[in-house]
């Protein structure tokens, strides 16, 4: 089956710029995630989606960071205006969702990594 | 708070020598572990869970509540075992949410 596909893959931009991330999770996956990965340091959580709803966003800086899965299915990540310590991999996964189990495999895209200068 | 320490950041062995990855964890109820996998140029993926029990790639990894540690371990290093290791840890909770050590890279040298 087709992974979770990200784009753009590199991003470079300037401080107080814009910037946009996409992200396609396994189809039929309810749940998304979007990661932050400083380097050296291992993902943190940003946001969690279940279909359309928001499940978790307590570590996203709402002043600057927004996302949205209108649908249920690709997601969006922006960061407006970026500062230079946004500069990281982001990385989106999601997993089945179910609420059935105690744990859902998290699968993972390739990340974009974003360079503010 | 949930916390995930990996005290080593790089750890080189030689083929064929155990190795052992450090995981500690805080948390105050009863967590599941895991630990992630990144090889060279590929994607973040799971290597194995602790309710599991399972041995993959020859890896094993012990949960011990009373130190809070999940190390990973493998009898004999292979050089495709070089990676980024990272220890994680889901807490209850609706959300469930993981929350990763920094990492330790090993490198399986010749």
């Known amino acids: 089956e087709a992974g979770v596909a990200q784009s753009p893959r590199y991003k470079i931009i300037e401080k107080r710029q814009s910037v946009a991330f996409w992200c396609n999770p396994i189809s039929g996956h309810a749940t998304l995630y979007w990661y932050q990965q400083i380097l050296g340091q291992g993902p943190k959580l940003l946001i969690q989606?279940?279909?359309?709803?928001?499940?978790?966003d307590s570590q996203l800086p709402k002043d600057r960071f927004s996302a949205e899965r209108l649908k249920g299915v690709d997601s969006t990540l922006k960061i407006q205006p970026a500062k230079l310590e946004d500069s990281a991999v982001y990385l989106c996964?999601?997993?089945?969702?179910?609420?059935?189990?105690?744990?859902?495999?998290?699968?993972f895209g390739p990340g974009t990594r974003l360079t503010v200068l | 708070a949930q916390r995930v320490t990996q005290p080593e950041k790089l750890l080189s062995v030689f083929k064929g020598a155990p190795v052992e990855l450090k995981c500690n964890y805080s948390?105050?109820?009863?967590?599941?572990l895991f630990w992630y996998v990144q090889y060279s140029r590929q994607r973040l993926q799971l290597l194995l869970r602790h309710i599991s029990r399972e041995s993959i790639k020859g890896f094993t990894a012990d949960l011990n509540k009373g130190e809070t540690s999940f190390h990973l371990k493998k009898p004999f290093a292979q050089e495709e075992d070089s990676a980024m290791y990272y220890c994680a840890l889901s807490g209850a909770g609706s959300a469930r949410q993981l929350t990763f050590g920094s990492g330790t890279q090993l490198t399986v040298l010749p």
């Open positions: 996964a999601s997993s089945l969702g179910r609420t059935s189990v105690s744990y859902n495999e998290q699968f």
């Open positions: 948390y105050s109820g009863s967590p599941e």
């Open positions: 989606f279940q279909n359309n709803g928001v499940v978790d």
